[in-house]
């Protein structure tokens, strides 16, 4: 398992427990964030937002149909930070803010070390995954 240093920015490939929706999830926006950040093609950041908006249908699905106890268990803190970020991509989709990529990396990062502390703690977001690659042809 990787370690992560607080001010190490959040990178894409190190979420803990690769192939949970979860993860899977955040891995895949930190990637689209780190891409958004280096693009200056309108058409490709057109194309990124669409996988972002994706993404956070993701993240929604996964904070309202886990089960009860599954969402006790990741806590206020995870529940917040992954709120926090949904807040951030919806701002940046709207607005087409793309100042607050860097709070988007700040929140990853943070939830990366959060999930890494958790990993052991909620076996069952195991059970949740996703084919990505149909998910981007939209099928």
């Not at 993404?55 to 969402?71: D, N, V």
């Not at 890494?116 to 703690?121: G, H, Y």
Request: hydrophobic share 45%.
């Amino acid at each position: 398992m990787t370690t992560l240093s607080p001010n190490r920015p959040c990178s894409a490939g190190v979420w803990p427990r690769a192939g949970t929706l979860h993860y899977l999830a955040l891995d895949s926006i930190a990637r689209v964030v780190e891409r958004l950040a280096g693009s200056t093609d309108l058409r490709e950041r057109q194309l990124l937002l669409q996988r972002l908006t994706r993404l956070e249908a993701l993240i929604y699905w996964q904070l309202f149909h886990l089960g009860k106890s599954s969402r006790q268990d990741l806590a206020i803190q995870g529940d917040r930070l992954l709120r926090l970020l949904l807040l951030r991509l919806a701002h940046l989709r709207i607005f087409g803010d793309y100042g607050v990529l860097g709070e988007c990396r700040d929140i990853l990062s943070a939830l990366q070390r959060f999930l890494q502390a958790w990993t052991m703690v909620i076996p069952d977001l195991a059970d949740y995954t996703v084919d990505f690659e149909r998910l981007w042809s939209g099928q």
